[in-house]
């Protein structure tokens, strides 16, 4: 096990009636003038925004709202969103939302605190966030579990940039986890988000480390448990055991307890965010459609790693060889994500195969004109990116 520092500050207020808690939540965390970030319609159309306005009016807090944030946040908005929060002398900002309200959020605390530069020079690493507004977090989709990560993903609209933001400053003080809010999504939007917490721990599991078993153990439950009640939700949305357990593991995937004493690894969510910034597509389908082509390229490096998932996560039986059951794993694996109804094809994800100029802009973009190269368990630079792609171009639908 590699040292560590486990910092999962935010408090996390969890069940029916969570969201009537903002007022309070609020109050104790010393905020008095209170922006509102939401997204396009769900929070407005159940009633939500208004159950929390009211609870925030009855703590005495004044309240400014901004409305309007759309999948895959812009840097645009958020931009626009800042200025709100300047203009209102905001001291809290409360995200009302799934990770592209609460990543907005994040971006306006900040740059509501640093007013004296661009918000994106802290995505550029230009400089370095010392300080932050307080912000919480009324959570309605599990998925990116930014409720409580130090992340921030954000696409600069006018570079097609989509690039994230670690600092310690981006955890939430509190996030109110209902599960019923849960309920009115659609099929998909379970899936994506399925796919993502299943991602989040995947993208830490597959490292280079041995030994780490406490982690690998927590991050084998967590993966077993997605799997058995990801499908269930996207069936029976209204499911409330199904949905509880998946916001609960939404949470544990990304604030860092899967990948305790390892290093990060990441290479999928790096390899879909240059999709989400080209062409615009839902971050969970990004990362169904290139795993596949990832894991094939990879799992070389480590076939008693990938034996070892396909043993304890998928619980198949090993009795052959490593490598066979390495495949076996990888292709339950790509039949779970079909099962939600996930692409595991750019083909798929796209409607049409890309160009060969096109996979050599996503790989040239991954690894930052050939600047760096992702991923531990194999290092990929330019060249590699560039075959992965290739590979999830050619990706047929999986047999289920
Ligand atoms: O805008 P509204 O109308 O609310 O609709 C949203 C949106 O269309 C809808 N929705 C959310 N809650 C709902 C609901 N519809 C009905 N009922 C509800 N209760 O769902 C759609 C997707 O919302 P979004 O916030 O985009 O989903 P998600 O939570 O998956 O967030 C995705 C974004 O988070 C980033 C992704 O890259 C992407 O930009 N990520 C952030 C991370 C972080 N900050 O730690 C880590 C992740 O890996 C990820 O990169
Ligand atoms: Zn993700």
Known sequence: MRDFTFYSPTEIIF??????????A???????????????????????????????????????????????????????????????????????????????????????????TDIWNYWLGKETVSKSLPLGCVLTISASGSESSDSAVLTDDAHQDKRGLNTPFNRPRFALMNPELTFTLSPKQIACGVTDILMHTLDRYFTPMQGNELTDALAEALMRTVIHYGPQAV?????????????????????????????????????????????????????????????????????????????????LEVQTDTESAALEAIKKTKQFFSLLGMPTSLSELLGRPLEADELMKLADKCSRGDTRKISKLKPLGREDLLRIYTAANREAKAEL
């Not at 929060?85 to 959020?105: E, H, M, P, Y």
């Not at 999928?268 to 989400?276: A, I, K, R, V, Y």
């Open 235 to 315: 069936q029976t949305p209204n499911d409330y055991q199904a949905q509880s357990e998946l916001m609960w593991a939404g949470t544990l995937s990304h604030n860092n307890l899967t990948g305790l004493g390892a290093e990060k690894e990441f290479a999928m969510h790096q390899l879909g965010h240059e999709l989400s910034g080209f062409f615009g597509v839902t971050h969970g389908e990004s990362l169904s459609a290139v795993w596949n082509a990832w894991a094939g390229y990879v799992y070389k490096e480590d076939p008693a790693r990938f034996a070892r998932y396909a043993c304890n996560v998928w619980q």
């Open 15 to 24: 069940g029916s009636h969570a969201e009537e808690k903002a007022g309070e």
């Open 26 to 116: 609020v109050r104790r965390y010393g905020g008095s003038r209170v922006l509102v970030v939401y997204g396009g319609k769900s929070a407005v159309k159940s009633g939500l925004l208004e159950r929390v306005e009211k609870s925030l009016l009855m703590s005495g807090l004044c309240v400014e709202k901004i409305g309007g944030v759309q999948p895959n946040p812009l840097l645009s908005f958020a931009r626009n969103a800042l200025s709100k929060a300047l203009d209102f002398r905001a001291d809290f900002i409360l995200a009302i939302g799934g990770g592209s309200v609460i990543d907005t959020a994040k971006a306006v605390a900040i740059g509501a605190a640093n007013p004296h």
